[in-house]
């Protein structure tokens, strides 16, 4: 995901980790989702679609009576971009900064602490 492919809007975001999860599906089937964790009408989740697919950040199979959408952007793509995002805008750029903010607001399990340690056990390893 490049520089130049808007950062989505939040609720864009929701309509992707859905895609992400679920694979190619209509907007039915999205707004039926997206029905279960709040109030939203279905000609808001088709509307939000088509701008994405304008966006290039969905696909659009229109194929059938019933349009599929697909994610057109990698997960881990997006992810990267958002920490980017929000690295450069709220902690100057610093991954330290935005570690210990992180830290500090949440108690980490210990499995993320295990994974913490041996992505910087990791990063050592490649500074030398």
Same mark, same amino acid.
């Given at each position: 995901?490049?520089?130049?492919?808007?950062?989505?809007?939040?609720?864009?975001?929701?309509?992707?980790?859905?895609?992400?999860?679920?694979?190619?599906?209509?907007?039915?089937?999205?707004?039926?989702?997206?029905?279960?964790?709040?109030?939203?009408?279905?000609?808001?989740?088709?509307?939000?679609?088509?701008?994405?697919?304008? @966006? +290039?950040?969905?696909?659009? !199979?229109?194929?059938? =009576?019933?349009?599929?959408? #697909? &994610? %057109?952007?990698?997960?881990?793509?997006? @992810? +990267?971009?958002?920490?980017? !995002?929000?690295?450069? =805008?709220?902690?100057?750029? #610093? &991954? %330290?900064?935005?570690?210990?903010?992180?830290?500090?607001?949440?108690?980490?399990?210990?499995?993320?602490?295990?994974?913490?340690?041996?992505?910087?056990?990791?990063?050592?390893?490649?500074?030398?």
């Amino acid at each position: 995901m490049s520089r130049a492919t808007p950062i989505p809007s939040n609720a864009e975001l929701e309509i992707l980790r859905i895609l992400w999860k679920e694979g190619p599906t209509t907007v039915r089937a999205i707004h039926d989702e997206l029905r279960g964790q709040r109030d939203i009408g279905y000609t808001t989740v088709l509307k939000t679609m088509q701008v994405m697919a304008e @966006k +290039k950040l969905v696909t659009r !199979d229109e194929s059938e =009576r019933s349009h599929v959408y #697909s &994610a %057109a952007v990698p997960e881990a793509s997006v @992810k +990267k971009r958002l920490v980017t !995002d929000l690295l450069d =805008r709220a902690f100057d750029g #610093s &991954a %330290a900064s935005l570690v210990m903010q992180a830290l500090s607001d949440k108690r980490a399990s210990s499995e993320d602490l295990e994974k913490i340690r041996q992505i910087l056990n990791e990063h050592s390893r490649g500074a030398r």
